[in-house]
């Protein structure tokens, strides 16, 4: 018998990644990259610092950032890892621990950071 | 149209009892816009050179024997057509990932043995036994696997698969739809046993959705599909299986 592997773990976060980045990236770009700077439907201090900091000092807006930073952190490592495999740098469990490790390692400042702004709203 | 033009077919040559290393012999092929790749072949056996190796036998993309590389994509030979290939020389070579046994003839045994490794038959259910009554199943039920039941073990995918390329011990697109086949049946109670092979590295997760097994699937079978259906499976008995009692994780 074969053992498990443990892709499922790392392939959630990929795919958890991956879904939020394709919903959210569109809207992101359109908000920010569009409607914000022509000034539609959105007032001229719309992304002003107090607006954006007001905002984030919001427990579900600063955690839920932090989560969605975390993701895109982790479909980031994975999809390096696999690619290097695909360039012929296989994957052994040292570039794993460097890939994901710096996933974990973004994550968690991420996480902090939202804290931080949280706290202090 | 009738009209007979000459195409030229380089071939990768090799027999391991005799060869250091596999080398390319052209040949000058009299062709007329009906003759596929394999019939070219076959008139450089019947006319020009009768020790050029390789398999065949339907004609007409049911059997899966002649798959080879024609100029670097795999393809069935008898349905691919030398005018599309004209005025250009062709260059055909064996199945990309396999060893060779003799010129464009490869070795299929690791498919073969990764193919027994899914049970590719209904395993019925022990207390669901029709008896001598037909197992009747809805259009739905049938539409859930008959997709996947079009493979012919060709072997192209294998040879598009770069993944297969670069570790062999993945179990691969054909063997890995045929497995989802028999898990999709309704008449099948054979799940469980198929688990190890979707839950291993070499099982599933040594895909990547490069994708390229469904483009030169001649069946239209979609392996990559069935594949990345099946990480979901293997994901949902990743974790769930901590919810079922112990002993049958």
């Known amino acids: 018998m074969k053992p498990r592997s443990h892709e499922p773990i790392f392939w959630s976060l990929f795919g958890g990644g991956g879904m939020l980045a394709a919903l959210v990236g569109p809207i992101l770009v359109l908000i920010v990259g ?5 000034g539609m439907g959105f007032g001229p201090d719309a992304m002003g610092y107090e607006q954006m900091r007001a905002l984030l000092g919001h427990p579900l807006v600063g955690f839920g950032l932090a989560i969605l930073i975390a993701l895109f952190f982790f479909h980031a490592a994975h999809r390096i890892l696999h690619t290097l495999h695909d360039l012929g740098v296989h994957a052994t469990p040292r570039l794993k621990q460097i890939c994901y490790g710096s996933a974990v390692g973004g994550s968690a400042l991420a996480v902090l950071v939202a804290l931080v702004l949280v706290v202090r709203a | 149209m009738t009209q007979t033009r000459t195409i030229i077919i380089e071939c990768l040559r090799f027999h391991p009892e005799t060869d250091e290393a596999p ?3 052209s040949y000058e092929v009299p062709f007329t816009a009906e003759m596929s790749v394999l019939e070219g072949l076959q008139y450089i056996k019947d006319h020009l050179d009768g020790t050029l190796t390789f398999r065949w036998s339907c004609r007409m993309a049911i059997c899966g024997s002649c798959g080879c590389m024609v100029n670097n994509e795999p393809v069935l ?6 005018r599309d290939y004209h005025p250009s020389r062709i260059r055909v070579e064996p199945l990309a990932h396999f060893p060779i ?4 003839t490869i070795d299929q045994t690791d498919f073969l043995a990764k193919l027994e490794s899914v049970h590719p038959y209904l395993i019925p259910s022990a207390d669901d036994d029709p008896g ?4 009747n ?3 739905d039920q049938i539409q859930d696997y008959l997709g996947y039941a079009q493979c012919i073990n060709c072997l192209l995918c294998y040879a598009a698969c770069p993944q297969y390329g670069l570790n062999e011990a993945f179990t691969g697109p054909a063997a890995l739809a045929l497995l989802h086949r028999y898990n999709a049946d309704s008449r099948d109670a054979g799940k469980a046993q198929r688990m190890d092979v979707i839950n291993a590295e070499e099982g599933v997760w040594g895909c990547t959705l490069v994708g390229e097994c469904s483009e030169v699937c001649p069946k239209h079978v979609d392996p990559a599909r069935a594949i990345n259906q099946n990480k ?4 949902q008995d990743y974790f769930l299986r901590f919810l079922k009692p112990r002993g049958r994780r």
């Open chain 2, 137 to 139: 199943q809805t259009p």
């Open chain 2, 101 to 104: 046994l003799r010129d464009l």
């Open chain 2, 23 to 25: 080398y390319y012999q």
């Open chain 1, 34 to 38: 569009l409607l914000v700077p022509m």
């Open chain 2, 132 to 135: 001598d009554q037909p197992r």
């Open chain 2, 232 to 235: 979901i499976v293997s994901t």
């Open chain 2, 77 to 82: 030979s008898c349905q691919t057509f030398l």
